[in-house]
């Protein structure tokens, strides 16, 4: 059995008043919620607080990128420790909008991920194929590649800790959700080649969540799919209300 997780991501979004109104209503919200993983990534300027509102809740905290490195003459970023002593747990890797925007590539990824594992922290990685390669036919090579090129060199203890979530990039902040057939379609091929990377033993038994315009409307649907055991939510984080129905989806 893998336990749910369920991800906030809430992006470039909130000052620090909203994120810790949000952090109150959603901790009493919530608070009794013991059968499922639930994680939010603020910007990283509010983890500390938000980890101190948290506190005594189900609600960890994550980041929604870091460097590699341990300290030194980096100008902007943020490493393992310093989110660590911050009271981060998580860490989202490669999310298509660092892919897109900031050149986040495999080769980084896989550098991130193992500077995450190294030090303690809980990756969940993010792939997902673009609009142009589903339309050509290239979601399960685009994903291949990024699961190998990222996961490359990882023990299978470092493959336990892992959570992937599938983002299709044409389904976020789009309205575009892929349907529950067409996600699982993708989380059946991840689960197969996890298991042909790290056995089939562990392969069975790393999350994948999937995230791309998940809303309270149709997360009970996703979460039936048999190897959908979670979602990374965008928009419909950002409201404590629907993120809250969210998290409390209905098993089927
Ligand atoms: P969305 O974003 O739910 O707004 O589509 C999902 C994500 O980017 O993680």
Not at 10 to 19: R, S
Request: hydrophobic share 40%.
């Amino acid at each position: 059995m893998r336990r749910p997780i369920l991800g906030g991501n809430w992006k470039m979004n909130k000052d620090l008043g909203q994120a810790l109104a949000y952090a109150s209503a959603f901790k009493e919200a919530v608070l009794g919620v013991d059968d499922a993983d639930i994680v939010i990534f603020p910007p990283s300027v509010y983890i500390e607080k938000l980890s101190e509102a948290f506190k005594g809740s189900p609600v960890a905290t994550g980041v929604q990128n870091l460097f590699w490195e341990e300290k030194g003459a980096f100008t902007g970023e943020l490493s393992t420790s310093m989110v660590k002593s911050v009271g981060a747990t998580y860490v989202l890797i490669g999310h298509s909008e660092r892919r897109q925007y900031f050149s986040e590539t495999n080769e980084t990824v896989n550098k991130r991920l193992k500077a995450v594992l190294k030090a303690g922290l809980i990756p969940m990685l993010c792939v997902g194929e673009r609009l142009e390669e589903r339309e050509a036919n290239e979601t399960f090579s685009v994903i291949e590649k990024q699961l190998k090129e990222g996961l490359a060199g990882l023990s299978k203890d470092d493959a336990k800790k892992l959570t992937v979530a599938y983002e299709p990039v044409w389904a976020i902040g789009t309205g575009k959700t892929a349907t529950p057939a067409i996600a699982q379609e993708v989380h059946g091929h991840i689960r197969g080649l996890l298991n042909s990377l790290f056995g089939k033993e562990i392969g069975e038994s790393i999350r994948l969540a999937y995230g791309g315009s998940v809303t309270q409307e149709n997360i009970d649907n996703l979460m039936a799919e048999k190897d959908i055991d979670g979602a990374l939510v965008g928009g419909a984080s950002l409201d404590p209300v629907s993120f809250e129905r969210i998290v409390r989806f209905r098993r089927k």
